[in-house]
């Protein structure tokens, strides 16, 4: 039996040499400590990357689903050889697509956005109909590297200042939804949790 605690390690180290996002401790830790106190079952990731985030909410409770989308073969392909490593198979499905090409009947208990930062309120809409009642959507990476915090000016690169004002409409956009009430928490990169009333 494979141990578990390598291959996350491997995987940490591996994000790292290959600059691929994963999740900071902080920010894990406050998923998976939600997951278990709101007995979350059925778990919907927009953004797989490797497979970090969806193994770690797997290993939450043995009774966990998660259903995770990338659209990157490379991350994808890294993602599935990681979830077979592990043997978690029949509890992560992985979907190689673009979300927006994804169309699922299923209702989920939480959907995760953790993909391409500029999107965050087009995969809210396009995925809350898979939200049961009561359930919550999570979004990871709200202060983007602390970029979030500074003013337009100080952001140098005219693309990454495009970006941080898309995160920023998201935050508004959140804040505004009344059909979910939204709280923002400072924990990793910045964490929402929006639960459908």
């Known amino acids: 039996m494979v141990d578990k605690y390598t291959v996350i390690r491997e995987m940490r180290q591996y994000a790292e ?12 830790e406050f998923l998976t ?14 953004g797989t990357a490797i497979g970090y985030s969806a193994i770690m909410m797997a290993f939450v409770d043995p009774n966990v689903k998660i259903t995770t989308i990338e ?16 043997g978690l198979e029949d509890r ?4 190689y697509n673009d979300a927006f090409n994804v169309k ?10 953790d993909a391409a930062k500029a999107q965050n309120i087009k995969f809210f809409e396009f995925f809350e109909y ?37 995160i920023k409409d998201y935050i ?7 059909k979910y009430d939204t709280e923002f928490f400072e924990v990793g990169d910045g964490i929402s949790v929006s639960v459908k009333k």
């Open 17 to 28: 040499k290959n600059n691929v996002p994963i999740m900071l401790d902080e920010g894990i």
């Open 33 to 46: 400590t939600f997951i278990l106190k709101n007995h979350i079952k059925n778990i919907l990731e927009i």
């Open 71 to 86: 659209r990157d073969e490379v991350r994808y392909l890294e993602a599935l050889k990681n979830v077979k490593k592990l």
């Open 92 to 95: 992560i499905t992985l979907i």
């Open 104 to 113: 699922l009947d299923e209702k989920f208990d939480l959907i995760f956005i």
């Open 130 to 166: 898979n939200l049961v009642s009561g359930g919550a959507v999570i979004t990871d990476n709200l202060k983007f590297h602390g970029m979030v915090d500074k003013e337009e000016y100080e952001i140098k690169s005219k693309n990454l200042r495009a970006l941080v004002r898309k």
């Open 172 to 178: 508004v956009y959140l804040k505004e939804n009344k």
